[in-house]
């Protein structure tokens, strides 16, 4: 599977939106990228994912650049209870397992 | 939420002992894997399994073995625990769509194991 690259840390004030950004530049075809985020001390949560198209769901964005080489996790409205840990994981479709890097704590703040 | 449960949640041992986590699952879920956190690591794979009775080594998986006898149990033992081996030990469970592995996993709630 792919390496990403994520920045260790980042803040966002709270209602703004928060941008995450991944760079995954060895992503070969078949790879999905995979979103999940770690609230202290509970186990992760899967936010979303996506191949190669832009996802949405309730939760976030995911936008995938045409060349595949980086994604942008987006929570459009950060409130205090998005600060976590997100990490971005790219597998290969047909694969069955899941490694997770170190990630970027994000801090939302007034 | 995914119905998974870990067991002990907390467990303090000595060094040289044998210890046991269970992780149970009441979603029918295919695949299971066990990971330990531990500061300034991550999260990383220790075990994980695919099937009853079939499962595979992750990237840290010396001193771990595992069973999973049915479907809803995966059982992660430490045959001699040592101090390294103190750590927050996550279950997760996923499913398979048309087959294959969803890539969406549940996490259980966590099990910290302290070796003295």
């Known amino acids: 599977d792919a390496k990403t690259t994520q920045p260790p840390s980042m803040d966002c004030a709270e209602g703004r939106a928060a941008n995450l950004p991944c760079n995954h530049s060895?992503?070969?075809?078949?790879?999905?990228v995979y979103w999940y985020r770690q609230i202290h001390s509970q186990g992760p949560q899967y936010i979303i994912h996506?191949?190669?198209n832009n996802e949405t769901n309730e939760m976030a964005s995911l936008i995938i650049t045409e060349d595949r080489k980086s994604s942008t996790l987006i929570l459009p409205h950060a409130t205090l209870r998005d600060t976590a840990v997100y990490y971005c994981?790219?597998?290969?479709?047909?694969?069955?397992?899941?490694?997770f890097g170190t990630g970027t704590q994000l801090k939302v703040e007034l | 939420d995914a119905g998974i449960t870990q067991s002990p949640r907390h467990k303090v041992t000595e060094t040289g002992t044998p210890v046991t986590l269970r992780c149970h699952q009441t979603?029918?879920?295919?695949?299971m894997y066990w990971y330990r956190q531990d500061p300034g690591h991550g999260l990383r794979l220790i075990h994980y399994?695919?099937?009853?009775?079939?499962?595979d080594k992750g990237e840290v998986s010396d001193g771990y073995s595992v069973s999973r006898s049915k479907t809803e149990d995966f059982l992660l033992t430490l045959e001699s625990a040592t101090s390294s081996q103190t750590s927050v030990y996550f279950c997760?469970?996923?499913?398979?769509?048309?087959?294959?592995?969803?890539?969406?996993?549940?996490f259980g709630e966590g099990s910290r194991l302290t070796v003295l």
């Open positions: 994981i790219v597998i290969t479709g047909g694969g069955n397992k899941l490694t």
């Open positions: 399994s695919y099937g009853v009775k079939d499962t």
């Open positions: 996506g191949l190669k």
């Open positions: 997760a469970i996923s499913g398979a769509i048309a087959g294959a592995f969803s890539g969406e996993l549940f």
């Open positions: 060895t992503i070969s075809g078949n790879e999905y």
């Open positions: 979603e029918n879920h295919r695949y």
